[in-house]
């Protein structure tokens, strides 16, 4: 089964920083999800990754996939309390014995940031 | 409009109780899931619905019933549940089933204790 390993597991910045979280997967991405929590809270989308070499933004969050090193980083610029949250990235896994794929996430970033 | 919503926020029931959690979107999405998430841990699948029947059950057991009335709507029933079960609840839909690419919009979740 794919796995999802997000790096680091949690990190505390001062307002204004930047700051990227790497998530690399153990299998071909089909689709590379990136998702913010709350903690007790329901997921926010932020962003979908499909093609090597794409790359999104909104607002200060910008997110990159390397299809060729399986792996997507999500990028904040100038960071602020309101990013504080826990990042998770998901992808898109094959399901044994079919062709549909469900969606699994990796273990989370917890981010802080310090005002 | 992206908003799936779920009630109850919060829910406690006993051992021997019976209960639902309901969730609704009105994007016209054909998919709809069903995940549990344990403190600290990333949400885990438990149900797929695609075009309103049952596609994919991750061996969840019987004591978690799904139900979905209509394209709408998706029900989750809970009976003699155990302690082990307290989590948060998150419903999830996407606009079709099973394919990569397909990003899933998720509810604020239920937060349920099982005393």
């Known amino acids: 089964s794919q796995e999802l390993e997000q790096s680091p597991q949690s990190l505390i910045v001062q307002e204004g920083k930047n700051l990227t979280i790497n998530c690399t997967s153990s299998?071909?991405?089909?689709?590379l999800y990136w998702y913010k929590q709350k903690y007790g809270e329901g997921l926010i989308f932020l962003m979908m990754l499909q093609k090597g070499g794409e790359e999104k933004s909104h607002e200060k969050i910008t997110a990159k996939l390397d299809e060729k090193k399986q792996q997507s980083s999500l990028h904040i610029t100038a960071s602020q309390p309101s990013h504080a949250g826990i990042y998770l990235c998901g992808a898109d896994t094959l399901r044994s014995g079919g062709s549909n794929y469900k969606l699994t996430f990796g273990k989370g970033t917890l981010l802080t940031v310090n005002p | 409009d992206t908003e799936v919503t779920q009630t109850p926020k919060h829910l406690v029931m006993g051992m021997t109780n019976k209960k639902s959690l309901k969730c609704e979107q009105h994007?016209?999405?054909?998919?709809m899931y069903w995940y549990k998430q344990k403190a600290k841990k990333p949400p885990e699948l438990m149900f797929v619905?695609?075009?309103?029947?049952?596609?994919i059950n991750e061996s969840v057991p019987s004591r978690f019933s799904p139900e979905c009335p209509n394209s709408s709507l998706l029900n989750l029933h809970l009976h003699a549940l155990q302690p082990e079960d307290s989590a948060l609840y998150l419903c999830?839909?996407?606009?079709?089933?099973?394919?990569?690419?397909?990003?899933?919009?998720f509810g604020p979740g239920t937060r349920l204790t099982v005393t």
């Open positions: 994007m016209g999405h054909r998919a």
């Open positions: 619905y695609s075009y309103e029947k049952l596609s």
């Open positions: 299998k071909t991405l089909y689709g």
């Open positions: 999830a839909s996407s606009q079709f089933p099973g394919l990569a690419g397909n990003e899933q919009y």
